[in-house]
Each structure stands twice: as structure tokens, then as C-alpha cells.
């Protein structure tokens, strides 16, 4: 699969995509833009929307990018020749230019990338949360402690 953009390389392999990942760019931003975002937090600018979705969008794709390019790393450490990464619509492929030299080899250079997305996913949830705390955390406050008029009246 040749990629129809090059973005250059990265930690010495070479990496594009296709157009189609373009396609899933705009539709993840318009989706959560004009139907996720302002549903689940309304009251804020449509600018905050089309950016927080533009910005979700690209952290996907930096995610397909880390699955990929933690294949490609391994790969090339267990001396396998890597041709490039090149990222699709509905993911991405490490060109490998040969086999492993061991099944230990690939079974790493295989556990390598779904390892890499779920430490991506547990890192993006623990920022998540951290976010939603300290956005929630002063309403949660001022609910559970007594006010100063309360007091008095009791």
C-alpha cells in the first residue's frame, strides 16, 4: 500500500497515508463538532467545538500512528528491514521487507502495537479524567459544604 501523502520520517521510517485518512478526519470533526460535543457540554462557542473535535480527530490518527510506528520500531530492533508506515481509513500497515527471525520476534513485533494503543488509551483516559475532575471538582465542593447561611439558620 503506497500512501498517497508523505509525512516524512520518523524515528528513521518513512510515513504517509492515504487520502481516505482525510475522509475520517472530517467526519470525526463534524460528528463530534455538530452532534457530541454540544450535546454532552452545551453552552460553549461553536469555535471550542470544532477545535476540541479537530483536536480528537488528530489524536486518533496520532494514535494509529503510535499502533504503527511501535511495529516498526520492533521490527527493525529484531532486524527485520521496515519499507515504511502508511496510515489508511481504517488503520494503518507496518511494510515489513521480510519475516522475523524467530516466532519470539513476531510474536514482540505482533504485541507490540495493541500494547502501544492501550497505553495510549489508558494515558488519554487518565487525562480525561483528570480534566473532568478539575472541571467538576468546585461545583462538587460548594455542594457538599455547608454554607454560611445555613449555618446561621440552624
Known amino acids: 500500500m503506497t500512501e498517497t501523502l508523505s509525512l516524512g520520517r520518523i524515528a528513521g521510517v518513512r ?3 492515504r487520502w481516505s ?16 460535543f454540544p450535546g454532552a ?3 460553549h462557542s461553536p469555535i471550542v467545538y470544532w477545535a476540541l473535535a479537530l483536536l480528537t480527530a488528530v ?19 529484531s532486524g527485520v ?15 515489513l521487507h ?18 502501544t494503543s492501550l497505553v495510549v488509551g489508558g494515558v ?7 480534566l473532568d475532575a478539575l472541571h467538576t471538582e468546585p461545583s462538587r465542593r460548594s455542594a457538599r459544604a455547608p454554607t454560611a447561611s445555613r449555618r446561621e439558620t440552624r
Open 41 to 43: 457540554h452545551p453552552g
Open 98 to 115: 521480510d519475516e522475523a527471525p524467530t516466532p519470539a520476534a513476531e510474536l514482540r513485533i505482533a504485541g507490540v502495537g495493541p500494547l
Open 21 to 36: 485518512v482525510l475522509v475520517i478526519v472530517a467526519l470525526v470533526t463534524v460528528a463530534l463538532a455538530r452532534g457530541r
Open 81 to 95: 528491514q521496515v519499507d515504511g508506515i502508511t496510515l489508511w481509513m481504517l488503520g494503518g500497515a507496518a511494510r
Open 124 to 130: 488519554v483516559a487518565g487525562v480525561a479524567a483528570g
Open 15 to 17: 510515513v504517509g497515508l
Open 59 to 77: 489524536v486518533f490518527v496520532g494514535s494509529l500512528l503510535a499502533h504503527e510506528l511501535a511495529h516498526a520500531v520492533v521490527a527493525h530492533r
